[in-house]
């Protein structure tokens, strides 16, 4: 069975710092991989789906990189903002097709301070 | 707009008292599922279903049903709810594709959540 773990636990930065957030996966059958963003409370809000055809995703300030071979891919996140400050998700898929769903990392909690 | 709707969103009910959290998306994806999410023990999945009239258990079914009668909806049921089941449920919806022997999920989409408290 998928599992996925994900490093630091929780960061906290100042403002316009870059920062990478990690997260390993010990399946690396997977078709894709998926991160989340989730604000205290709230639903989950897909920032980037990486097939594993590629092994870079971008939007705007964020790139994610995806390494199967190494069962490995980070978020890199640029120019940092307090917006920015969320929990973010790295989820794989359970099978390699994902039909028994995704398996989540813990999360890492990020605090951008101004 | 693109959606999965879950409903209601909060919900404070007492020890034994069936209930339906109503999940709805409006993407005509095949694949749809129950997630619940708990400190520590992040997120997990309790049913899933490839398609209308198909469903299958997750890692934690116990104490839920589901049904799938129309691809739009996938209600999650509990039947007799108890303080364990005190969690913040996430539906999912996702596409399929495929093609000779082999199908997989693309991007998931998930709703809002429902914070459901047993007493």
Known sequence: KQEVTQIPAALSVPEGENLV????????AIYNLQWFRQDPGKGLTS????QSSQREQTSGRLNASLDKSSGRSTLYIAAS????????LCAAPDSGGGADGLTFGKGTHLIIQP | EAQVTQNPRYLITVTGKKLTVTCSQNMNHEYMSWYRQ???LGLRQIYYSMNVEVTDKGDVPEGYKVSRKEKRNFPLILESPSPNQTSLYFCASSPRTGG???YMNTEAFFGQGTRLTVV
Do not use: H
């Open chain 2, 38 to 40: 708990d400190p520590g």
């Open chain 1, 47 to 50: 920032l980037l789906l990486i």
């Open chain 1, 81 to 88: 903002q307090p917006g920015d400050s969320a929990t973010y």
């Open chain 1, 21 to 28: 957030l990690n997260c390993s996966f010990t399946d690396s």
């Open chain 2, 100 to 102: 000779l022997g082999y």
